[in-house]
């Protein structure tokens, strides 16, 4: 993949690289040429790296204490926070460590949808990322049940009668999910198998993701093709990595700042509450970071429909790369796209809030709107803007609009009316 | 680096958003002071052991608490009673162990090893006793709660007579804080229900609070190891953080970009 061909210096280097290209990837991995104007956005890439890596290490450790069982797993977790060394420190940094992943994962989804990172050559990288987010919120829900506390059961049951809605066969699909006629002991014992499951596929998955990157190399702030290695390039060692560690650390601060001081504050009272099939919440919410989906989900009066207009939201990310018909990757240059896209951002936000609210009233309302929107901006304004926009000029390469002054929008604007 | 001030702010501004709804409780509390709250938040060791004498002496002949062992009684960070007292306070209650080498259960005085004893022996013994409401187990009841702490200060606290127009049934109680204000606990505490053997007065504020405490360590036994480490790992962290910036902007300089 490297431009240049590798030879180890060691006899035995050689020898071992020759039947096995290990010390290759090393070298291509060290060496990876990429864009140096890269900003702190794209930084969370190595974040989310890390937060997997956190995950399967505390999981694995909780795993080794806690009971899938109905009648013992909300007591096991009880005994991981009381009587195992430092129980209750993994635990905390595994439940705060999902809501992290998720913030980390949503800033580097909307930083590609900003800089246009989905558009040709990479939408494999794209689609691989939504099929790793989808199999994160899998993971992430079923690891939610596994306390088993009242939010675990009662969303387990909200979410899994979400596919009665099929026709025909959804009755018996559930039944066959929750291995029973409601959620039990067999339901909590598959949801842990695949909650061990899942975070392995995900890893599988960021490898494929990260291969499918290192092929065209990274987006950029300015969104143009750069030659590699070249003038505007650096090697990823030491640059990068020295700057992902830095953001890294930034963001293990905020982490530790939830982890010691808040532990409990993203998650719901209720779970404290050991699972009761005879008494229900009297609000039955998801974690944060599916209330967008779950206000999307709820504004829709059918049952199906509503399934499937969630579904649709997550699903229609897929297809980014074509809908959105401009060439232009970056928002830098396309000034009416940028103004839609922290619309969109506010719209999921809105989402967001009205989907921890009762689906009633004005919140319903709302909800309706912007569920609408979301998907007019990807299914109407994005094919549209493609045609219609006016982009600004873009530069030649990277070091153009650096060797101007700084490497911001203000410069590349700058250089363009010089241009003029 | 502008631009990473900006992500860093979007992210504190997105975390204090999340916990500002999260944390949106409709009722006002009452307030108090506790020492628990902070970076360095440590327990009040004397309002702990007071909170423990209420408990025993109040709340334990309906309400379990099945996650705390006499043990913990002694335990750093928790009410610390000496090893002697808390020895002394588990024989004060007759466990039921057994079978024996006859096959028989029997009762014996309880060790630091055994779990609390529980008021009833099973749910349904529980409601029984209490015109069908269970009382709930309180290990973890602080947390179980929207309001925490301030919750149950405040519900210890909040019988009132009723509003003119609601009538309760018997054995329901009106609580300001109670959700739906009704609740199946009758009032508890009174001025000077029990003799609190360090002196403390033991009015119902007094003992709302030292309860509640109480609760609180019962519910994170660890919060004080938690807040100690939490400040050195942030600490740490800081350090590290500033050294790697340095580091990098070292690094950087090497060629024109800015970082």
């Known amino acids: 993949m490297s431009d240049h061909e590798y030879t180890p210096k060691s006899k035995f280097g050689k020898w071992f690289n020759d039947r096995l290209p290990l010390l290759t990837l090393a070298n291509h991995l060290t060496d990876y040429p990429t864009p140096k104007n890269l900003n702190y956005w794209w930084t969370f890439g190595g974040i989310l790296t890390f937060c997997l890596i956190t995950q399967i290490v505390t999981g694995l450790v909780l795993a080794m204490h806690y009971i899938a069982h109905a009648d013992m797993a909300f007591d096991s977790v009880e005994h991981i926070m009381r009587d195992v060394n430092y129980g209750w420190l993994i635990r905390y940094i595994h439940a705060n460590g999902a809501s992290m992943f998720f913030l980390a994962v949503y800033i580097h989804i909307f930083r590609s949808l900003f800089y246009g990172s989905y558009k040709a050559p990479r939408e494999i990288i794209w689609i691989i990322g939504i099929i790793i987010y989808l199999l994160m919120m899998a993971a992430a829900f079923l690891g939610y049940v596994l306390p088993w506390g009242q939010m ?33 002991n067999p339901t909590l014992t598959r949801f842990f198998t695949l909650h061990y499951l899942i975070p392995f596929l995900i890893l599988g998955l960021v490898v494929l993701h990260i291969w499918a990157l290192h092929v065209p190399g990274n987006n950029n702030p300015v969104g143009i093709d750069i030659k590699k290695p070249s003038k505007d390039t650096v090697p990823f060692h030491p640059y990068i990595v020295i700057k992902d560690g830095f953001a890294l650390l930034m963001f293990m601060i905020v982490f530790a700042f939830f982890v010691f001081y808040t532990p409990n504050i993203l998650g719901h009272a209720d779970n ?36 499937v207009a969630m579904l649709s939201a997550i699903l229609i990310l897929a297809a980014l790369p074509w809908l959105d018909t401009s060439k232009i990757r970056s928002a ?33 309302l709302v909800a309706r709107v912007a569920t609408a929107y979301y998907f007019l901006h990807f299914l109407v304004i994005l094919p549209v803007l493609g045609w219609k926009e006016k982009t600004l000029p873009i530069p030649l390469s990277i070091t153009e609009p650096i060797l101007g002054g700084s490497p911001n929008l203000a410069s590349a604007k700058n250089k363009e009316s010089l241009n003029k | 680096m502008k631009n990473f001030f900006k992500i860093f702010s979007f992210i504190i501004l997105f975390s204090g958003l999340t916990l500002s709804t999260l944390a949106a409780e409709k009722v006002e509390y009452l307030k108090t002071d506790w020492s628990f709250k902070g970076l360095f938040g440590k327990f009040d060791r004397a309002a702990l052991q007071r909170g423990y004498q209420v408990y025993t002496e109040v709340c334990s002949s309906c309400h379990s608490m099945k996650y705390l062992s006499y043990r913990n009684l002694a335990e750093k960070g928790g009410p610390e009673f000496s090893i002697e007292q808390a020895k002394a306070i588990a024989a004060s209650f007759e466990v039921k162990d057994g079978p024996n080498s006859d096959g028989d259960m029997f009762t014996r005085p309880g060790r630091l090893s055994d779990k609390f004893v529980m008021p009833y022996d099973n749910v349904q013994a529980a409601q029984a006793a209490n015109g069908g409401a269970y009382p709930p187990d309180m290990s973890v009841l602080v947390k179980a709660r929207g309001g925490g702490v301030d919750y149950i200060y405040s519900l210890l606290q909040g019988y009132e007579d009723p509003p003119v127009g609601v ?24 001025d000077g229900l029990v003799e609190y053997s360090d002196g403390t007065t033991a009015s119902v504020e007094q003992m709302s609070k030292d309860v509640t405490t109480f609760l609180m360590w019962s519910a994170e036994p660890h919060l004080e190891s938690r807040h100690q480490m939490g400040f050195k790992a942030i600490l740490y962290l800081i350090i590290l953080t500033i050294l790697v910036y340095f580091s990098m902007k070292r690094i950087w300089s090497r060629i024109e970009t800015e970082v």
């Open chain 2, 167 to 190: 009538t309760l049934d018997d054995g329901v109680y009106y609580n300001k804080y109670m959700y739906g204000n009704k609740i199946k606990m009758a009032n508890q505490l009174s």
């Open chain 1, 272 to 307: 404290y509450i050991e699972a009761n099939p005879l008494v229900t919440p009297a609000h039955i919410v998801p974690e944060w970071y599916l209330l967008p989906f779950y206000a999307i989900l709820r504004s829709v009066p059918d049952k199906l429909l509503g399934v």
């Open chain 1, 152 to 184: 675990s059961f009662w969303g387990a049951t909200v979410i899994t009668n979400l596919f009665s809605a099929i026709p025909l066969v959804g009755e018996g699909i559930v039944t066959w999910l929750w291995g029973g006629y409601s959620v039990d």
């Open chain 1, 332 to 364: 830098v240059f396309r000034p009416l796209y940028r103004q839609f896209y922290w619309i969109l951002v506010a719209d999921v936000l809105i989402l967001g809030y009205v989907g921890a609210m009762p689906a009633e009233g004005l919140y319903l």
